[in-house]
């Protein structure tokens, strides 16, 4: 029997096609209409989603899909919602990998891309490499015409009232809570999918951690950490970063369930070593097994979080 004292976990089983997102673990202290919008969001983001992998889709387009219209959404800390690091700029990290092939690719600390998940993908497609960071990572998305990414104002603004609220630094675990209802630490977004053909594939973007330091890079762009698919698993995880990459969160639960063949022990003994460590309002997870299994995990008070499949006649959403 598994106690979670830290985590709450739900779990499906399904036929494919299925997706999950997830718009990151948090305390998602929002009100009656942004809970309402959110929902909504991710609601039709899933319906979306789905219909295209009934029509023939592959799991890898629509991960990239469902994660670069989260980036846009400017909901979530990812994309356009981008959290700023201490100097105000948003550096974003995401990665995407298709399970079949164990293709990888991911990029760090990218500044000038609209859509980090698609240089993503060309990182995967197009390079011998699978995580290029920094100026490297802002040359290839002008080298391929990628679109640029334009400054949110309205972040700039939460970013200029902290600091006049003197809350820094964020990063010291204390002041996590404080630093959490005055502009929202963790919202990063993933999707994992099972296509018609069997296959997974995983995508994580995000802005990362509010007011890190300047090349700070978190786990979404670290292959195994918070993101990860083969050909039995894929994997999307949100979180404080550094918790995740110290364990490779994903790969830990990939690893796990190879041999404990049990989806939801894999899971959960992965996170038992994770908050053996960090303790609890720490992380994440969507997980999707090529059995259809689905699992949702998370140690903070909520994570936004859906999925769709065809056993469903709407999607399941919650916060
Ligand atoms: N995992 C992300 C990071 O540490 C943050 C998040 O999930 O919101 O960069």
């Avoid at 296509?195 to 973007?205: E, K, M, N, V």
């Avoid at 979180?239 to 639960?253: F, K, P, W």
Wanted: one cysteine or more; a neutral charge.
């Amino acid at each position: 029997v598994y106690i979670l004292s830290l985590g709450h976990v739900e779990r499906f089983k399904s036929e494919r096609p299925i997706i999950i997102v997830h718009g990151g673990a948090g305390a998602w202290d929002v009100d009656e209409d942004t809970r309402r919008r959110i929902t909504d969001f991710i609601e039709k983001l899933l319906v979306e989603s789905y219909e295209l992998l009934m029509k023939g889709s592959e799991a890898v387009d629509v991960v990239e899909y469902a994660v670069s219209k989260l980036e846009d959404s400017g909901i979530f800390n990812a994309g356009y919602g981008s959290s700023l690091n201490i100097k105000g700029v948003a550096e974003m990290d995401a990665g995407i990998m298709i399970g079949s092939v164990m293709k990888a690719g991911a990029v760090a600390m990218s500044r000038y891309v609209k859509n980090p998940i698609k240089l993503a993908r060309i990182v995967m497609e197009k390079t011998d490499h699978v995580l290029i960071g920094g100026e490297g990572a802002d040359e290839l998305a002008k080298l391929f015409g990628l679109e640029k990414r334009e400054i949110n104002e309205s972040i700039y603004r939460r970013y200029k009232d902290a600091l006049n609220k003197k809350i820094l630094p964020p990063y010291y675990r204390k002041n996590l809570e404080i630093i959490d209802r005055v502009i929202s630490l963790r919202d990063t977004v993933g999707a994992v999918a099972l296509d018609i053909y069997g296959t997974l594939a995983s995508a994580t973007s995000t802005g990362g951690i509010w007011f890190k330091l300047p090349g700070r890079i978190g786990d979404s762009p670290i292959p195994g950490a918070g993101f990860y698919a083969d050909r039995n698993v894929a994997c999307s995880a949100t979180g404080v970063g550094e918790t995740i990459m110290t364990i490779s969160l994903c790969r830990s639960i990939a690893l796990s369930y190879r041999y404990l063949n049990d989806l939801y022990k894999a899971t959960v003994e992965s996170f038992r070593e994770l908050e053996e460590l960090f303790g609890g309002n720490t992380a994440g997870a969507i997980i999707l097994s090529s059995l259809g299994e689905i699992i949702m995990y998370y140690n903070t008070k909520g994570m936004a979080r859906g999925f769709m499949s065809s056993s469903l006649s709407k999607p399941y959403v919650n916060i």
